[in-house]
């Protein structure tokens, strides 16, 4: 694998079982993402989009094929050593926040930095800084409940951003929000992306998020469809 | 293992009031474990220190034929003191108690009784012996509570007393009740009229003879007679030792239950949170965390309810333990009917093992409620948790 990518797939294939039978997911997948592009993967429900990124994610493992994630084969590794690689390198960002409820919004954005022990003072400033990028610096003691839709995704945009992950996995990002709220968050994605140089891959189907992506995968019933780079993306 | 504290300590302040029912709950049980605990204890010191006041000192000599629990032995229980006893008996270091069957007319009715004579003087036993060293008309005897009850008699009544002396023949006379007094002790009130040594040796045509001698210095090294049997104040308190474990065991059944209310109560609220919290795993998991790594997060969680329940426990139950063991526990029932050492009101004792034992036992237990609900994370898909679909 070359190490300017972030993520290469090769002759990735998914599939669970259905009864007596097997469903296939994912079917001969090979892609190579380098490191700060901003990419997603595109499709209608059912097409693979979630799989291959729950895979890219280390969460799941390919049923035959290859992912490497930064230089790692998902599918040889243990369950702590795909548990260091998230909480290292990886950053999730989910279509329903996935935020901790019973937490602040300080605590939320804290929690990756104290995976990786950080002292108090050092996850403070970085959780400041995090929440600042997403503009939320108000809200630090609030809840959750107490926060609107778009206010707990970018929660969860500056949870995912506080630890600066080589890789953002974002899963629908924007299916509960609003146009004005989506574009704010895929706004604020954008900038740490250029900032940052962090690698985005998104799974969506919502055109709101596509007309931002500088490159579209699109899958078709586990395959990929097509594969297009976007020079300009128009808003 | 620190972070998981932390965690654990925020998800469980977080979770409000559901952690504090059980809580609470779990509190109700140290405080009612230890109480109960102290209860037994105070019990046991109670009812030995009574013992030994007023009944054993510290340790006796039977004469060989004398079983308290066999009244046709108590003709034959009787000897002359020992000799090399005498100067013990001389120094008031010792008191000789002769014991003999008799029969009680209180208002003509007639009861079985035993008489009991000992030395007026003595001050080794708590009984008022000094009230059988009294002027009157008749035989001076002091009762019990519980025999006057039994009786019906009350102080100064006269009562014709009957007996059969050595030689099996019967006499009676007149005595009169100096005194009642009140004690713990059973074994040296029910059915039993006390008189002077030297008027019972007298009557019985025993003279210098004894049925058992009391002793107050227990650790002197003692001779053994020849017919008497030396009785150490551990095999005199022997039946209140079975007895209270005996409570104990029934206690524990008790308690058990308390503890198991309080362990459904945590074992519920791991099923339910795992059930609910599925999203919260997966994305625990999605952060970097093993889904090893949350198990131990959710029995560190449940197992700090214990731990909170311990602070709160302590909050309000060390004011109640404290209060408890200074105004004591006043039985509902009259401790007479129990037939033993047992004071109407019982004083809890609580020690150091008995309040870490406990707080480790439900902490244990705690411990293990946790844990057995929350393996089920091993075995969670992460990304159906995540999407929070039931597993």
Redesign the interface.
């Known amino acids: 694998m070359k190490n300017e990518n972030v993520i290469q797939i090769k002759n990735l294939t998914k599939t669970f079982p259905m009864g007596k039978t097997r469903f296939t997911a994912l079917e001969d997948i090979n892609l190579e993402i380098g490191r700060g592009e901003f990419a997603g993967l595109i499709g209608p429900s059912g097409s693979g989009k979630?799989?291959l990124l729950?895979i890219t994610?280390s969460?799941?493992t390919p049923s035959s094929g290859e992912a490497w994630v930064l230089g790692r084969s998902v599918s040889t590794l243990t369950?702590?050593e795909?548990?260091?690689l998230?909480?290292?390198n990886l950053g999730?960002i989910?279509q329903?926040y996935?935020?901790?409820?019973?937490?602040t919004v300080f605590?939320n954005v804290e929690?990756?930095l104290?995976?990786?022990?950080y002292s108090g003072s050092k996850r403070k400033k970085m959780v400041m800084d995090s929440l600042e990028w997403v503009g939320l610096t108000d809200k630090v003691k609030s809840?959750p409940p107490q926060l609107s839709g778009g206010e707990c995704q970018r929660v969860a945009i500056a949870?995912a951003m506080v630890k600066k992950p080589s890789l953002v996995l974002a899963d629908e990002p924007t299916a509960n929000l609003d146009a004005a709220n989506s574009h704010h968050i895929l706004q604020t994605m954008e900038k740490l992306n250029k900032e940052l140089h962090t690698t985005f891959l998104f799974a969506t189907h919502d055109d709101k998020v596509i007309r931002y992506l500088k490159r579209k995968i699109y899958l078709f019933d586990g395959k990929v469809d097509k594969d297009e780079i976007i020079e300009n993306p128009g808003k | 293992m620190k972070?998981a504290i932390?965690?654990a300590y925020?998800?469980l302040?977080?979770?409000?009031l559901r952690t504090w029912l059980n809580v609470i709950v779990l509190s109700f049980s140290f405080v009612v474990i230890i109480w109960m605990k102290g209860i037994l204890i105070g019990w046991d010191h109670q009812a030995r220190e009574d013992m030994k006041n007023w009944e054993i000192g510290e340790g006796q000599y039977w004469q060989e034929h004398y079983d308290p629990y066999d009244p046709f032995t108590l003709a034959e229980s009787h000897a002359v003191i020992p000799e090399e006893l005498q100067s013990e008996i001389a120094a008031n270091r010792m008191e000789p108690v002769l014991i003999a069957q008799g029969t009680l007319y209180p208002q003509g009715r007639m009861q079985t009784i035993l008489i009991k004579g000992i030395d007026p003087g003595q001050e080794l036993l708590m009984l008022p012996t000094e009230k059988l060293d009294t002027a009157v008309a008749a035989v001076p005897a002091i009762i019990g509570s519980g025999m006057a009850r039994a009786g019906k008699l009350a102080k100064s009544d006269y009562v014709t007393l009957q007996w059969r002396d050595r030689n099996g023949t019967f006499d009676a006379t007149e005595i009169v009740i100096t005194e009642i007094f009140t004690t713990n002790v059973p074994t040296v009130d029910g059915g039993q009229v006390w008189i002077p040594l030297d008027e019972l040796q007298s009557m019985l045509m025993m003279p210098g003879e004894a049925t058992l001698l009391t002793f107050e210095d227990g650790k002197a090294e003692r001779p053994e007679p020849a017919g008497w049997k030396l009785k150490t104040s551990e095999e005199l308190t022997a039946d209140v030792t079975e007895m209270i474990q005996t409570k104990t065991i029934g206690q524990s059944v008790f308690y058990i239950i308390l503890l198991l209310l309080a362990m459904l109560a945590i074992f519920d609220t791991q099923v339910l949170s795992i059930f609910r919290r599925q999203?919260?795993i997966?994305?625990y998991?999605?952060?970097?965390?093993?889904?090893?790594?949350v198990v131990w997060l959710f029995t560190t969680e449940g197992a700090m309810h214990a731990v909170l329940a311990a602070l709160v426990a302590a909050a309000y139950g060390i004011p109640f333990l404290i209060w408890q063991a200074d105004v004591g526990w006043t039985l509902p029932v009259d401790a007479a009917d129990y037939g033993m050492a047992m004071a109407q009101t019982l004083y809890p004792v609580y020690s150091f093992s008995l309040v870490l034992s406990t707080v480790l036992i439900v902490m244990l237990a705690t411990t293990v409620v946790s844990y057995w609900p929350s393996r089920k994370i091993a075995k969670m898909n992460?990304?159906e948790a995540?999407r929070?679909k039931i597993q």
């Open positions: 979630t799989t729950n994610g969460l799941d369950a702590r795909a548990a260091r998230r909480k290292e999730f989910f329903s996935n935020l901790l409820v019973v937490h605590e929690f990756p104290l995976l990786l022990g809840k949870r | 972070l932390k965690l925020r998800n302040i977080g979770a409000g999203k919260e997966g994305t998991v999605a952060l970097g965390y093993t889904r090893r790594d992460p990304t995540l929070g």
